[in-house]
């Protein structure tokens, strides 16, 4: 073994050994930061039923408007952090070929029940549910859509997030961030949200905004009114 092959794999075994001594907690701390908490999975798979914690038991009123008045790029959605999949199968019924992402394998798996519960079904094959790190994910979609996705990241994966978010929307697609909860308060999730800070997050890569305002209770979910923005972002 070569002298410099020998070092490197001291230094692998070194880093190695720096990364299994951190405890648990720091092990999953470091996860959290990057955006993929393990404790998604803990709360769905107790049992998280319709209406509980951030479960809006549908999707929200702005995005039937959206949908319904054709105000949206047409082709390929994508919902990151889709929870029980109420926001995909609201684009699949449109039309839209649907890849709804969820980092918990119960989430997917409660969401393919509440699909399979619905008689109001999206054509065959055009909606597609994937237990998936959305960081990890590859492709163009012409709508992307977050909302309750970036509050529930750490801020440490925020421009990760809006990175992730630029190589995902294809060149003329539409980001819509339903931006949730406007308010003020430390720590999450939910991490408090505002216009400004997602403004700061997607402008210096070069989406503008079409839309960004505060939204009418009536396009609000019910109890989320006077903290719901909505914000419409495309590429320059
Ligand atoms: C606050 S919940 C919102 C769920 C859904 N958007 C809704 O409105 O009901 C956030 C969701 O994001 C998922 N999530 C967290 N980190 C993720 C990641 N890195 N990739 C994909 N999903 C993630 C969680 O499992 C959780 O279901």
């Known amino acids: 073994m070569s002298d410099m092959e020998c070092t490197k794999k001291k230094t692998t075994a070194k880093n190695?050994?720096?990364?299994?001594?951190?405890?648990?907690?720091?092990?999953?701390?470091?996860?959290?930061?990057?955006?993929?908490?393990?404790?998604?999975?803990?709360?769905?798979?107790?049992?998280?039923e319709p209406g509980q914690r951030f479960d809006a038991r549908g999707p929200a009123p702005i995005l039937k408007h959206l949908l319904d008045t054709n105000a949206l790029p047409k082709g390929r959605a994508l919902v990151p952090g889709c929870g029980r999949a109420y926001a995909p199968l609201e684009f699949a019924r449109h039309g839209y070929q649907t890849l709804g992402v969820d980092l918990a394998h119960t989430a997917v798996k409660a969401a393919q029940e509440f699909v399979d519960s619905v008689e109001d079904k999206p054509k065959e094959g055009l909606l597609e549910l994937r237990a998936a790190n959305f960081f990890e994910l590859e492709g163009q979609f012409d709508v992307i859509y977050d909302y309750t996705f970036l509050c529930a990241l750490h801020p440490?994966?925020?421009?990760?997030?809006?990175?992730?978010?630029?190589?995902?929307?294809?060149?003329?697609?539409?980001?819509?961030?339903?931006?949730?909860?406007?308010?003020?308060?430390?720590?999450?999730?939910?991490?408090?949200?505002?216009?400004?800070?997602?403004?700061?997050?997607?402008?210096?890569?070069?989406?503008?905004?079409?839309?960004?305002?505060?939204?009418?209770?009536?396009?609000?979910?019910?109890?989320?009114?006077?903290?719901?923005?909505?914000?419409?972002?495309?590429?320059?």
């Open 156 to 236: 440490n994966a925020r421009e990760k997030w809006a990175a992730q978010m630029h190589k995902l929307l294809a060149p003329q697609g539409e980001l819509v961030t339903l931006i949730f909860p406007i308010v003020e308060k430390e720590g999450g999730p939910p991490y408090a949200m505002s216009m400004d800070l997602v403004k700061s997050l997607l402008e210096p890569l070069g989406f503008t905004a079409t839309t960004l305002e505060m939204l009418p209770d009536d396009m609000c979910h019910r109890g989320r009114e006077e903290r719901t923005a909505l914000g419409r972002w495309v590429k320059k």
């Open 16 to 48: 190695t050994r720096e990364v299994t001594n951190l405890t648990p907690e720091e092990q999953h701390d470091d996860k959290t930061r990057a955006g993929v908490s393990e404790t998604w999975e803990q709360i769905w798979a107790d049992g998280l």
